[in-house]
């Protein structure tokens, strides 16, 4: 019987006078099955969890947030401390634009990122640059998720949008990132939405970021889960 490994939430503690509260997703091996969804469910409820009982610890930070891509092709997310920096991780999803813009349409939308220690590391990289993740969106396995450098391409993009810091629209471009004259390359329009994000760290395998609405309402449309075991 193949094993799969599952989250062991450890409990919470009540004390919120430290930064050093800790709060960790430990695997462990076990031959019962869990569904995709019921570990995303169960990611949701830890880092919700941890959201609210960091209020006063300054583990939370608010990052930049964009994800683009032409409507035809691939979507990238890169994360910035604010729009005008080099991005902190570049992602490469391996889901086309048209596929995840129909997954946001349900209104909210939840994507993990799941992945493995690499073998032979002493000291593993930080989460944020870990190379290749399994990736699931609103419980589904959607492909990969790999992790590259920022090229001259998206800081093109990047640069285009830099004065945005909350929004969404379409920047008509060619395949070498610049603007086109009058009409869109043959991947279509490049299409992004950007967003402030709230990073809440579980340790140094697992984090989250939750998109902040600027409408003020608590409930956030858009997570992203981080975990590796």
Not at 26 to 40: A, Y
Not at 205 to 218: K, Q, R, V, Y
């Amino acid at each position: 019987m193949r094993q799969r490994r599952h989250l062991e939430l450890s409990s919470l503690s009540r004390s919120t006078s430290s930064a050093d509260t800790a709060i960790v997703l430990k695997p462990c091996s076990t031959t019962s099955s869990h569904s995709p969804s019921s570990l995303l469910h169960s990611l949701f409820r830890f880092f919700l969890h941890r959201r609210n009982a960091l209020s006063l610890i300054t583990l939370r930070r608010k990052l930049t947030g964009t994800l683009f891509g032409h409507r035809h092709g691939h979507v990238t997310f890169s994360l910035q401390l604010d729009p005008r920096t080099e991005p902190l991780t570049l992602l490469h999803l391996h889901i086309s634009t048209t596929a995840l813009l129909k997954e946001m349409s349900s209104g909210v939308l939840r994507i993990a990122l799941h992945s493995h220690k690499l073998p032979g590391r002493a000291r593993p990289t930080k989460l944020l640059q870990h190379p290749s993740w399994t990736m699931y969106c609103n419980g589904t396995e959607s492909g990969l998720a790999l992790s590259r450098t920022c090229e001259a391409y998206d800081r093109h993009v990047l640069n285009t949008i830099r004065s945005v810091s909350v929004g969404a629209g379409v920047i008509p471009v060619l395949h070498d990132g610049t603007k086109a004259a009058g009409g869109c390359s043959e991947l279509g329009a490049l299409v992004y939405m950007r967003a402030e994000f709230e990073r809440v760290v579980g340790s140094a395998d697992s984090e989250a970021l939750f998109m902040i609405n600027p409408d003020g309402n608590a409930a956030s449309e858009l997570t992203i889960f981080l975990l590796r075991i």
